[in-house]
Nanobody
Framework: QIRLVESGGGLVQAGGSLRLSCAAS????????MGWYRQAPGKQRELVAHINVGGKTVYADSAKGRFTISRDGPKNTIFLQIATLELEDTAVYYCHSRILSREYWGQGTQVTVSS
């Protein structure tokens, strides 16, 4: 069974930084792609960034400049570094992965930014 487990969320002041982690139960290079989505209160879930098996990264326009996706192969983990947090970054952040047409989701980690 493939599992994704996020961690690293919490309550952070605006202007601070945070690093989210997503640990996979299998070798992350078996996934075609892994990434992060987020869902703010009352809004639809949206893509933040993803990284494919070759290492190519894609960011949503809203994530360019402050968000960095990376991975640690031996630890089967991907990360999302968020700098200069803004109130609008408050959301549940979900790890996502894909193997061909199959998608997998983590349970989400809450990020709350306070003023």
């Amino acid at each position: 069974q493939i599992r994704l487990v996020e961690s690293g969320g919490g309550l952070v002041q605006a202007g601070g930084s945070l690093r989210l982690s997503c640990a996979a139960s299998i070798n992350i290079f078996e996934f075609n792609r892994m990434g992060w989505y987020r869902q703010a209160p009352g809004k639809q879930r949206e893509l933040v960034a993803h990284i494919n098996v070759g290492g190519k990264t894609v960011y949503a326009d809203s994530a360019k400049g402050r968000f960095t996706i990376s991975r640690d192969g031996p630890k089967n983990t991907i990360f999302l570094q968020i700098a200069t947090l803004e109130l609008e970054d408050t959301a549940v952040y979900y790890c996502h992965s894909r193997i061909l047409s199959r998608e997998y989701w983590g349970q989400g980690t809450q990020v709350t930014v306070s003023s």
